[in-house]
């Protein structure tokens, strides 16, 4: 930790030398600034005339937001609507099946074929729900120092909190330090996970607004205990007197930890000519004009499974693992990995009517190493896979304004040389604007070729051993997006076709990866309507989806409704109470492997879906807070006594949850 904190000084210090020139910051979002915002010395006129500041005087953006011409902020989210999905397994409309706990690994109920660039992949993402990434952290920019405290708690056995806290030390130099963690007793035995991170950040801007320095430095660590399943699959459906805490699990001193620290630097420079006097931001420079970005980011990594075999377990190791090539009571197998990355990025704009672009080039070294041990029961260890890669990609991008209403935006990758030779990215996205009442059409072709995540080519433990030649993953997507913000609608449609589709089978001789024969084709519709009528709101998510194949186990078809009554109390108490279900149809469940940290496809897994889930809940805000009180499961006993998403892993009972989010900036 002492090191973690070194480093996190060092980024501090090395942003704060460049602070010591003391100028100012001006807004540059792409909103249109208010009248009294054209001079460069708004921040500081703002802060000194203002005795009272509102949430829109906060404003953040992560480090690709400041790749645009102008820096896009986001401002603070003040409403309640959908407060009461703060778990991640309901983030962005999604729905992640899981091992019956928050905290416990989870996978996406809808596949996800593409990535967001060329890169090295591990294969583990079990967990990945709950990490921090260096390009996820977000840059504040506060007249006033702000802090945010946020808990959830359902009484013990499950709990979250978060503490953020930034200021301006400087007008042009802010820092910020974020806590999050994670933990609960569970629902079941051997259930509790211990999750945290920690991350502080800086970001400094110029004089002329024309250089920027954003640097994060975070820390992540993950427990998790693995019980493996329960013993007993049918506690639903055949009658028993056992509580849920005292059922049988086969693992019963288990655990997985994850482990991650990372240093990310960017600093972007513009060259070319501002235009101060203008009032509106797309005059804010003069056309053309270029900038020049670079990042540096370290990222150290390491997975490791324990297990040692228990008088209370079930089975045996040599009964539960179908291998044990090393040690036949004890398992302790070791993943890590340390990648460099630099990156060079030079961009060209132009703006004014219809000669608005950009043109983006660059290049990209990644230098990583990769190790997996296994430690047995001499305490001495082996060391089956030590190596170390390159990788060079080449980068280019395109955004053209093809009419006042019109604009396209295309992006590449291409590995020149090194592991992930010949892995290319390619995106192209077409936005029409149909005007205000009509909405937006977005139309998006991708394409891209990628290797296989190492996990699935080349592993070695004590309970699973191979070594495959495994053809690049080729993933195509078509896709149509509609937006309209005046009825609230969104739809989308997606295609992908994706070849040499890499998972994980249990076969007679085990736990294995496999490289789909044929092509699988999936095709998925999204539709998102808010209606409200008065003092009701109704809000709805439905998901269709098809595939053809037998590895790829989804629902036909999902849908999330949330039905509520918002009003006032006094003029200040802001509430909603409402009810929540979701609802997806029938399909065969997946299994999780916890010495490998992955989810498989099993002929033998049970059927899961075609129940509802329904949420009570009441959500209020009363000046810089927001309250949440939330009944999960209300209809537990109507119909079944409980459910599954994964194989052996029942789901929680009903619980009651406290949440509050409180906001200070004045």
Known sequence: MRKYLLVLLLSFSCAFSWAQVQPVLTDTTKHVPPANAGGIQDFYNRKDSVKKFYAKDIRFANASQFEQDTIAFTRLDTVINRFQNYSPFYHNNNYYMNNGNLGLPSHNLFPQFTVNSVEFRNGQ???SLYEIKPEHVQYYRVYAPYTELYWVSAFGKESMFYFIHTQNIKPNFNVGIKYFTLGSEGYYPKQRPKDSYLTGWSWYQ???????LVSNISTFGFKAQENGGLTNDSIFTVPTVVSHQFEGVYLNNAKNTWKNFSWF???TYIIGKRDTNARYQNKLFKSPYSRVSHEFLYDQKSYTYDQAYASGDPLRPTQYYQYNYYDTLKTNDNISQKLLRNDLD???????GLNKFNVNAGVRFDYLTYKQSIVFHDTSSVVPTDRSFNNFILKGKIGIALSNTIGLVANGEYNLAGYNFSDY????VVTVDLGQNAGKVLLKALSQNAEPGYLFTKYASNHHFWDNSFSKINTNQLGVYYSNE???TALSGEYFLTTN????RKDPIGIIPIQAPNSVHLFRVQLDQEVLFGKFGWLSHYVFQKNNSSFISTPAFYTYQSIFYQNKVFK??????GLDARYYTTYKAYSYAPELGQYYVNSSTIQVGNYPILDAFLTANLRRARFLVKYDYLNQGLGRKGYYTVDKYAMPDQNLKFGVSWRFYD
Do not use: E, I, P
């Not at 110029?206 to 920027?212: G, R």
């Not at 030079?346 to 004014?352: D, I, S, T, V």
């Open 125 to 127: 993402n079990a967990y």
């Open 206 to 212: 110029s004089k002329s607004l024309k250089y920027n």
């Open 265 to 267: 630097l960017k600093q």
């Open 346 to 352: 030079l961009a060209l704009y132009g703006r004014g």
């Open 425 to 428: 990215l390619l995106n192209a």
């Open 486 to 488: 005046r009825t609230k």
């Open 501 to 504: 589709y890499t998972y994980l």
């Open 572 to 577: 200040a108490l802001g509430f909603q109470v």
